[in-house]
């Protein structure tokens, strides 16, 4: 292909596919990450009557999930992107109509199994992008999946509570199957990402994307969704703990905003990090440290209000830091496999989270995984400044 029919090419693979693409990871994720929060009242119907192996089957598609990433990854390369991203939708769509339909904590679990290794749909969807643009533009639509990851975060178990009068959570599972199908039908008439040598030249490739940039960016993301997924689960207990008599729609919006803070101010940043996403990263990861420092004593909701700002403004700036810094390290290279090597790094790390939050909780209490969690993110962002440092030194 010449460097004219692929520039072409990609100029048509454009705002409109970026678009569709993290619109269906949004539809599909909706009963991957809105149901999760609801296993405690999942597990009775199936005859666990106290929930105790919802911290189990919490992590489950996790760990299977970050099992299979880098082997769907890889096959991507080999038979096609689009192919490997309605392969994931579809796998979703069949592990949730199993859950749904589970009569037995046994087949559920089956069900939840089979979600970790039939789905993936954020590392597909990367993937697809990856072989459709390049530098900047692929960083940016890697901000914009970010921002549909947070959206349905925030949107998703909102959705579920308010369905749960009619339909238990449960058996929504069945019925947000169809989502991931109509997801698949419109990615369907999306097309394959054009294959040949990306625009920016090779010794460009050599400067941004050496192996070291590789390890610095697997390291990060383990770090990042590490220091971040840790103050997930107890949250709501240490609002509980610090403000009794809190209602769960303030404690909600508690939860949402740092990802709200994500989706608002994303793209600027994006702009403004665009030739320096180190620095971003290392003055996010100290944003976060900070954050979950705050957890540890504030004790007012204007407190909360502002540690939880404070903490979703570090998250912004790391998490778009690193989408720069994947974008850099994609070129020149097969991006089902690099993304699905980041995505058993990122599920890594939520694991890891799952557990040092369980750990802590059940010997210090609620306030152990944000200390845990900020412990890491200033240790990794003083890694970050020091690698930046002598980076620069070495030029």
């Not at 099992?67 to 069949?94: C, H, N, T, Y």
């Not at 993301?221 to 709501?236: G, Q, R």
Request: a positive charge; hydrophobic letters at 50%.
């Amino acid at each position: 292909m010449s460097a004219e029919t692929l520039r072409m090419s990609r100029t048509a693979f454009g705002r409109r596919q970026v678009h569709a693409v993290a619109g269906c990871y949004f539809v599909a994720s909706f009963a991957a990450l809105g149901l999760p929060p609801y296993l405690t009242q999942i597990l009775p119907e199936l005859g666990d009557r106290t929930a105790r192996w919802a911290g189990v089957l919490y992590v489950v598609p996790t760990v299977f999930g970050a099992l299979a990433a880098p082997l769907w990854g890889r096959l991507a390369d080999r038979f096609g992107r689009k192919r490997l991203l309605l392969r994931a939708q579809l796998g979703l769509a069949v592990s949730f109509l199993l859950a749904g339909w589970a009569d037995s904590i046994v087949t559920f679990t089956a069900a939840l199994v089979l979600q970790g290794i039939l789905g993936g749909t954020f590392a597909a969807s990367n993937g697809y992008l990856g072989a459709g643009l390049d530098g900047p533009h692929l960083s940016k639509a890697l901000t914009l999946m970010q921002g549909s990851a947070r959206a349905a975060l925030v949107i998703a178990p909102i959705v579920v509570g308010a369905l749960s009068p009619w339909l238990s959570p449960h058996r929504q599972y069945a019925l947000l199957a169809l989502l991931p199908l109509v997801a698949a039908v419109l990615l369907a008439v999306l097309p394959e990402p054009a294959e040949g040598e990306p625009e920016t030249p090779p010794e460009e490739h050599a400067k941004s994307a050496s192996k070291g940039s590789l390890r610095t960016l697997y390291a990060l993301e383990f770090a990042f969704v590490f220091s971040t997924v840790i103050s997930f689960p107890y949250l709501i207990s240490l609002v509980e703990e610090r403000l009794p008599g809190t209602s769960p729609k303030v404690s909600g919006v508690l939860f949402a905003l740092p990802h709200l803070c994500y989706l608002v101010s994303a793209l600027p940043v994006h702009r403004a990090l665009r030739n320096r996403p180190r620095a971003g990263i290392a003055l996010g990861f100290g944003g976060i440290a900070l954050g979950l420092a705050g957890h540890g004593t504030a004790d007012s909701l204007p407190a909360l209000i502002g540690v939880r700002m404070l903490l979703g403004a570090g998250l912004t700036l790391a998490m778009v830091g690193l989408s720069i810094l994947a974008a850099a390290c994609a070129q020149g290279r097969a991006p089902g496999g690099l993304f699905g090597a980041v995505e058993f790094f990122s599920k890594a790390g939520a694991v890891a989270a799952g557990v040092a939050a369980a750990t802590g909780s059940a010997r210090f209490g609620p306030t152990a995984p944000v200390l845990i969690g900020g412990a890491a993110a200033g240790l990794t962002a003083l890694a970050a400044v020091t690698l930046a440092l002598n980076t620069r030194w070495s030029r």
